[in-house]
């Protein structure tokens, strides 16, 4: 039996807490280099169309040919855009609302080669495993959207491949759909394809169930001619944009990492709201790679008869391997977390165990109270998982690396079982 919409795991649009890896000061410090790129150093390569769409909305085109963005215009545009949004589906049901800490899964990429399941073989992907590939996405509640995951090499033509590859998409998922074009020529008749299949292009114009991921740059600060062709084509054919960096720290970006994360939000706040008013650069993901001794999982879930429930154990890959938990019911004492952790089989590891390094077991075992009191104190969190929980040495402590919650949008009456 299917499980109902607000049961699912990962149903669309789920609440979560916001990752802050970065203290407000060091992201303040990064938006400024970021201003200070685009006014300062620009962009380069500004294709005909894109300069002058761009110089009417008040960015100044230099006689080194690089196009600059005042900072009082970044600043401006960001004010003024939308604060929410939503990515239609062919069927209203698979509507997705942006906005907030909501979070949806989909898929993306450009493989092109594939495995194939029944055979074993490892070959070139073709338009009907892209096909295929949606109607699995279409069938499974935890994927929300499709973006096309391959690339398919049986397609010669760059115009047969992208009417191709759009109609495999929307012939195999009635979910939002992302897709990409080789040159502007081959948009309007993706087009004509999408007008026919919404009713007519006012009615596709309303629910636009179709996508554009767009690199419109090329890294280092220059533009990519035939993708902000596109962009302009697809922009003018009510088709959302989602704008693609690529830097590559060392090489086409600065080696230090906030240089790189600087560099790419010039890049991608360099069209904000040039070709569309209203246009919303909705945020920038940045995560800062971290090492420990071991990943452990530490989750709660209120269970509608024992209350909120605490559950410890290995985390990250080995969660989905190994079933090596230990639950208690909330709230948890400091003692009971200890013994909680000492029937962890994996945790053995982190006791010295033939020698290895020690982890610090008293800073996880402080999480696991920290959350069964969360949980205990905030009857509307249905559930909260933080995973992975990363070990490191005795007295470094821990670092969550990936946590999420689940929040009620009425608190439950009682005592909150």
Known sequence: ??????????????????????????????????????????????????????????????????????????????????RRFTLHGQEPRHDLALQGGRIHFGTAGAAVHFVDAETGEYRESLLADIYDAARVVDALANIHFFQRPMVARDMVDPADLDLNTLYACVAGTTKHVGTSFTVREN???????????AGGEDAFRARPFVSNPNPFVAAPLKFAANACGVLEACVEGGLPILLLSAGQAGTSAPAPLAGTLAQAVAEMTADAGAFRPGYRLTGVLVQETRRGLAEVLVGVT?????????????????????????????????????????????????????????????ALADVVVRLSALATARPDVIEAEINPVLIRAPGEGVVAVDALAVVAEEPPSGDGR
Not at 26 to 49: K, Q, T, W, Y
Not at 50 to 67: F, N, P, S, V, W
Not at 187 to 196: G, K
């Open 302 to 362: 209120r269970d509608p008869v024992a209350g909120p429930v605490v559950t410890v154990g290995m985390g990250g890959i080995l969660a989905e391997i190994y079933c090596d938990t230990v639950v208690h019911p909330a709230p948890v004492s400091p003692d009971t977390a200890r013994r909680m952790l000492d029937n962890v089989r994996g945790l053995a590891l982190l006791r010295g165990f033939r020698g290895r390094p020690r982890g610090d077991l008293e």
């Open 1 to 82: 039996m299917p499980t109902a919409v607000d049961q699912d795991p990962a149903f669309a649009g789920r609440a979560a807490f916001r990752y802050r890896p970065l203290c407000d000061a060091d992201a303040a410090r990064i938006h400024d280099a970021a201003l200070a790129l685009l006014e300062g150093v620009g962009l380069a390569n500004a294709p005909a169309g894109c300069a002058a769409t761009l110089t009417r909305a008040g960015a100044r085109l230099g006689e080194d040919g690089r196009m600059r963005f005042p900072r009082g215009l970044v600043l401006d545009t960001v004010a003024k855009a939308a």
């Open 187 to 197: 948009v309007a008749p993706a087009l004509d394809l999408l007008h026919a299949l």
